[in-house]
């Protein structure tokens, strides 16, 4: 947070520009921040789902071969056994291209995240009038002479 404030130059839940940041500015930005860790979240159970579900995907995909094989249904454990290598090279394309995807669009959001415009400057009151400055005569450097 802290990093955020320095980066932008002001505070980002200050949403008006005043530079204080209120109990409203305050709360929609813990909602916004709350937010966004929810949808995180249930973006990694996704991928999290997917992952397995491919695994066991890929895991059943033999018992499947060896049980119709075992029910003396030789034609269907030939034709499974067949699109086998399909489906494996489809299951783990598949899973790739999505975290692939996921992790470019992580990347590109990150980079174009730009802060928003910094709040307008507060007017600055006017300076108490100063004392004139008072200048101090230096002594002058003697230098050696010839005689």
Known sequence: ?????KNAGYHPADSNGDGVVDDYERQMYLEFKRKELEDADAQRDAMRKMAWFA?????????TIMFTSWL??????????????????????????FFGAN???NAASKKSET?????????????????????????????????
């Open 55 to 63: 695994l066991f995907g890929m895991l059943l995909y033999p018992v």
């Open 115 to 147: 802060p928003p415009p910094p709040p307008a400057p507060r007017p600055v009151p006017p300076a108490a009038p100063s004392a004139p400055a008072v200048s101090v005569p230096r002594p002058t450097p003697k230098l050696p002479t010839k005689e």
């Open 1 to 5: 947070m802290e990093e955020e404030i």
């Open 103 to 105: 992790a470019y669009s």
């Open 72 to 97: 003396d249904v030789d034609d269907a454990a030939k034709i499974i056994g067949d699109i086998a290598p399909t489906y494996f090279v489809a299951i783990a394309g598949l899973v790739a291209a």
